[in-house]
């Protein structure tokens, strides 16, 4: 058939046989609209966000309940902020009895828990506390991005629980209320520090980013080894940023000084100096002077009940 140019088409749909003509092109234009739309497939949807905020990640802390009341005493001197009312509450599937309470500072939001029983395994190896919007599908989606559940989802007082496990041997708890939390906006937003080996590091940021539809911030393979209390060397650190708020992944060999690879959170403040004056006041110990790193000074400290914390100010 001989390619028609618009005049000459017109002319033809006038002619006897020009049928001949239309039908063939309405053919060839369904073919194409069909063939393209075969070819996209059916439109997918976005995946969920299961994030509510990093307001609502809560660093987990086990004392012991003689050390309870200290603990959240020197860290609301210390950060500010506000306490939920302490109580005495079944918080595992299986019978146990702990105090628990939620601290909310400006720098980061604690569950504190402090058990009068024995504490049922894996609990007290969760580094952390996610809020998410849908317990079940949350999850589902974990296992599938390549977590372990190690604890299934289970009912709590306020609402569901459930324990997942990243390569390289990193806890994080799921929490969802049956009533949803109104915690207030922070000034900062806390660090999960996270210790992990070169063997398991780019899995865990590989499986835990697309869980969490995150990104990396920076990969710098030879930071300050002063952060890991190692002055003179270096080693991989990798920031991440989330709905769920930072993390910071220290790949070290293990050969880390006291008290390293001990603390779970970073928190960051305004006024270093300040904030270790008010820390000592309230009970706490300085374990590393502040030291000054790229683009920020840190320091740690030891609350009362053992917790270590990193604190840091950014440079500016």
């Given at each position: 058939m001989p390619v028609l140019e618009p005049d000459h088409l017109v002319r033809r749909l006038a002619a006897p046989g020009a049928a001949f003509y239309i039908w063939p092109m309405r053919v060839a234009l369904f073919a194409i609209v069909l063939g393209t739309t075969l070819a996209a497939g059916p439109v997918s949807a976005a995946p969920p966000v299961f994030s509510v905020g990093p307001e609502y990640d809560t660093t987990h802390v086990y004392v012991a309940p003689a050390d309870f009341d200290k603990f959240v005493a020197s860290i609301l001197a210390t950060f500010g902020g506000s306490a939920h009312p302490k109580a005495s509450v079944t918080v595992t599937p299986t019978p146990s009895k702990t105090f628990n309470q939620a601290v909310l500072t400006p720098a980061g939001a604690f569950s504190v828990f402090g058990f009068t029983t024995p504490v049922p395994y894996p609990f007290g190896g969760e580094r952390v506390g996610y809020l998410v919007t849908d317990m079940d599908a949350a999850v589902a989606a974990a296992r599938a991005d390549g977590a372990a559940v190690i604890v299934t989802p289970f009912a709590d007082p306020i609402g569901r629980d459930a324990i997942v496990q990243w390569p390289g041997g990193v806890n994080m708890q799921f929490y969802w209320h049956t009533k949803p939390s109104t915690n207030p906006k922070l000034a900062s937003i806390p660090e999960n520090r996270i210790y992990i080996s070169p063997d398991k590091a780019n899995e865990f940021v590989r499986d835990f980013l697309r869980f969490s539809h995150g990104r990396i911030v920076a990969d710098d393979t030879k930071a300050p080894g002063v952060e890991i209390g190692r002055p003179g060397d270096v080693y991989r650190?990798?920031?991440?940023?989330?709905?769920?708020?930072?993390?910071?992944?220290?790949?070290?060999?293990?050969?880390?000084?006291?008290?390293?690879?001990?603390?779970?959170?970073?928190?960051?403040?305004?006024a270093l100096a300040q904030t270790i004056d008010k820390a000592k006041k309230a009970g706490a110990k300085v374990l590393v002077d502040p030291y000054p790193s790229e683009d920020r000074a840190a320091a740690m400290l030891e609350f009362p009940g053992g917790v270590v914390i990193e604190i840091h100010a950014l440079s500016h």
């Open positions: 650190r990798i920031r991440l940023e989330s709905g769920f708020g930072r993390a910071v992944l220290l790949v070290t060999d293990g050969h880390l000084p006291t008290p390293y690879g001990r603390e779970t959170t970073g928190l960051e403040v305004a």
